[in-house]
């Protein structure tokens, strides 16, 4: 009976970590950095495997660089970019295998995004930083920065050509306008972005990919198509991105097959995770000298006077022997 049930326990542990594992894509990497092949990350590692990316000291350093390949100390990049496809567990890009990865679910994958936030602005808290982040859903929002201005309007240039989807159909005109979303900024990135050697971070979510696989299938020739259309949009994306900050960027793409999307934030005092001491007040310098140069001082003029004591003469004019005498002289 226990055998059967710690068989049953296995079982069911295997089935729910099979049910919990996603891909993280790398669309493109600086040369000096990259992802080990055939290594298997959880999502709770990437807030620390993108720190170190940036050259960020970090708490779990091991477990980390066991993660990565790094040639160059000086080419780390200045601008993360990750692309989060939730409700999916395979999106099949067009890239190589070996830069692809399984991800374990094991948290929501937003507090990648909150941990690396606060990572930036701990480090850089007066500097300009780009931190952007954007959902594509009915109505795209972006927050941290007007970089980026959703598109209202399609140019017939900008069209898209479909075999299977519909633009008459929902779900695929959702889609379709996520990848028009998607181009228009590509487009923008070319223009307006620009290194300025301080880390900036892109955090785009893109969730119309789950509704076409839901509704058509994951098997359908509209799934296919979907995943087509949205692989190139990537690729355009990442080659933006890369011509931007001459090729100082890590663009990612990491799938889920959770249906939320958790929007917690990270709780950013939490100094052990981020490895990081509290900024110390103005004052501090003051009362550091003053503590030092006293205590200094007070263990100089104490060696002083026990120095002095130890070489004084025992005699009757000594105040020691007068006080410590039997026979304390008394004058009448």
Not at 29 to 42: G, I, N, T
Not at 116 to 130: D, F, G, S, V, W
């Amino acid at each position: 009976m226990r055998i059967a049930l710690l068989i049953a326990l296995v079982v069911c542990a295997f089935a729910q970590a099979k049910c919990n594992v996603g891909e993280l894509y790398t669309l493109h990497s600086p040369e000096a950095v990259r992802l080990v092949k055939d290594v298997s990350l959880r999502v709770s590692q990437l807030p620390d495997i993108f720190s170190s990316i940036f050259g960020f000291t970090i708490f779990n350093e091991k477990e980390t660089w066991d993660s990565l390949l790094v040639s160059d100390l000086f080419g780390f990049p200045e601008a993360i970019v990750n692309i989060v496809i939730p409700g999916v567990k395979n999106a099949d890009l067009s890239i190589s295998e070996e830069d692809q990865h399984y991800l374990i679910n094991d948290e929501p994958i937003d507090e990648i995004f909150y941990a690396l936030e606060a990572n930036i602005r701990k480090r850089y808290p007066t500097q300009e930083t780009t931190i952007m982040q954007i959902v594509l859903s009915d109505e795209p929002v972006v927050k941290g920065t007007d970089l980026f201005k959703p598109i209202n309007n399609i140019n017939d240039e900008s069209k898209i050509v479909t075999e299977h989807l519909n633009l008459l159909i929902e779900q695929d005109s959702k889609f379709l306008a996520e990848i028009y979303q998607l181009n228009a900024l590509a487009k923008t990135i070319k223009t307006k972005v620009f290194a300025n050697g301080v880390p900036d971070l892109y955090w785009i979510t893109a969730p119309n990919l789950q509704n076409i696989i839901n509704f058509y299938g994951s098997n359908s020739y509209e799934a296919g198509e979907a995943k087509k259309i949205l692989s190139d949009a990537l690729n355009r994306l990442s080659q933006s991105f890369s011509e931007a900050y001459k090729n100082k960027v890590l663009v990612t793409a990491t799938t889920t097959n959770s249906n939320k999307i958790n929007r917690s934030k990270r709780q950013a005092n939490n100094e052990k995770l981020l490895n990081i001491a509290s900024t110390p007040s103005s004052d501090y310098p003051v009362i550091f000298n003053l503590l030092l140069w006293f205590t200094v001082i007070f263990v100089f003029s104490l060696l002083a006077i026990s120095l002095s004591i130890a070489d004084m003469d025992p005699g009757r004019d000594s105040i020691i022997y007068r006080m410590t005498s039997n026979r304390m002289k008394k004058e009448n």
